[in-house]
């Protein structure tokens, strides 16, 4: 689950890391309101806007903008409330929709008074599952892509690991200070800064923190200007005040309403629905489909449980993709029985009524015999498969 910026600086703040100080609005009214809060605690006229969307690369859209004073934050907030945002990062890149802005952050101007003598750093916590540690990820070039940075200058980007049985130590604090070439005030905030937000991370079941860019101001403060958030869904059940504030408005419609059935879907780019229970079963269905020559449209894990109403639920989330040309339900019946599964595509089928594209059902398992009688015989647009390659053919016969 992605956080907002402005939610993602209010939990870095309860761990005690140093952040840019902003408010967030939905009008311009409270915009005007957060712009005299932030002005008098700052105690300067300048404050930035910013945009508050799920997707990196804002200042490139035109959704981060500084303003000099209260006449030009009215006048960027008014511009940027409501607009569709375009970014690298957005649906379609520079040339999609782009998202719709519903939120703005009023914050405080970090770099004042002394932009020149600021420095700014690119600093995230991950986590390397190939290792199975947790990682930070740091360099002296912060507010670029890190991509364009580890592409073209990589003995820029440093990796410090952290032994999950030992945790931060202080050596390894001091060693990202030092990399990134601090000494001083700094060396010491910089040390203080990593311990706050490794704790931020690993209190908050995060598996992503991104702070870029991470700066040293005039005064060698060390401040997060901006930071990207990123939950683990499997432990929201464990932090409920943090499970409160997704934004269902940046998610994809399907995947939200998928999420009401607990169904576990992701939407792809392909022409193929599927429809399996079990997540590496799926997977195995994606590849198939993909070596017969045609292109996955999502991922969907109907779980152990793919009764008639889930099934029915499935087909109308997986059907509201109209590059769909072809669905593949391939279940194996261990705890659920195929008979029941395929006497719920038909059920599905013949309530919905307007499936216009061919399905291809694949059961194995339990009652697996009794379950293609079944879609043999309903008289429907069902084709049935005994074996997974012959399911993956038929789909490349209909598409054909």
Do not use: W
């Amino acid at each position: 689950m992605n956080l907002h910026e402005y939610q993602g600086k209010d939990l870095l703040k309860k761990y005690g890391v140093a952040i840019q100080e902003g408010i967030m609005a939905e009008n311009v009214d409270h915009a005007m309101k957060a712009y005299d809060t932030i002005s008098e605690q700052s105690g300067n006229e300048a404050c930035v806007i910013k945009a508050q969307i799920h997707a990196g690369g804002r200042g490139k859209g035109g959704g981060v903008k500084l303003a000099k004073n209260k006449e030009e934050c009215r006048e960027h907030a008014e511009n940027i409330l409501g607009m569709m945002l375009k970014t690298p990062q957005t649906p379609g890149g520079m040339e999609g929709p782009g998202k719709l802005v519903r939120k703005i952050l009023i914050a405080e101007d970090a770099y004042a008074p002394d932009f020149s003598a600021c420095k700014e750093y690119y600093i995230s916590i991950l986590t390397d599952r190939e290792r199975r540690q947790n990682v930070i990820i740091y360099s002296t070039e912060g507010g670029m892509d890190i991509e364009a940075v580890a592409e073209k200058t990589p003995h820029l980007v440093h990796k410090e690991y952290i032994d999950p049985s030992l945790g931060l130590q202080g050596f390894q604090m001091r060693k990202v200070a030092f990399n990134l070439g601090l000494s001083g005030k700094a060396f010491k905030e910089m040390t203080k800064f990593i311990k706050s937000l490794y704790a931020a991370f690993t209190g908050s079941d995060a598996s992503l923190f991104e702070i870029n860019p991470c700066i040293k101001t005039a005064d060698d403060r060390i401040v997060a200007v901006d930071c990207k958030v990123t939950l683990d869904d499997n432990a929201l059940f464990r932090h409920p005040e943090l499970a409160e504030l997704r934004d269902v408005h940046e998610e994809d419609p399907t995947e939200v309403e998928a999420k009401k059935y607990d169904l576990n879907y992701v939407k792809l780019d392909g022409n193929v629905g599927c429809m399996v229970n079990g997540a590496g079963l799926a997977m195995a269905t994606m590849d198939i489909i993909k070596l017969s020559g045609g292109d996955p449209a999502n991922f969907l894990d109907v779980g152990g449980t793919a009764n008639a109403e889930r099934v029915e639920q499935a087909f109308r989330i997986i059907l509201k993709d109209e590059n769909v040309k072809a669905i593949l339900i391939n279940i194996f019946g261990g705890i659920v029985r195929c008979d029941r599964v395929a006497q719920g595509v038909v059920d599905a089928y013949k309530n919905m009524g307007n499936i216009n594209v061919p399905i291809i059902v694949r059961l194995q398992g339990t009652n697996a015999d009794i379950a293609k009688t079944i879609i043999d015989e309903s008289g429907l647009k069902v084709h049935s498969a005994i074996l997974l390659q012959e399911a993956a053919d038929l789909v490349s016969e209909v598409l054909a």
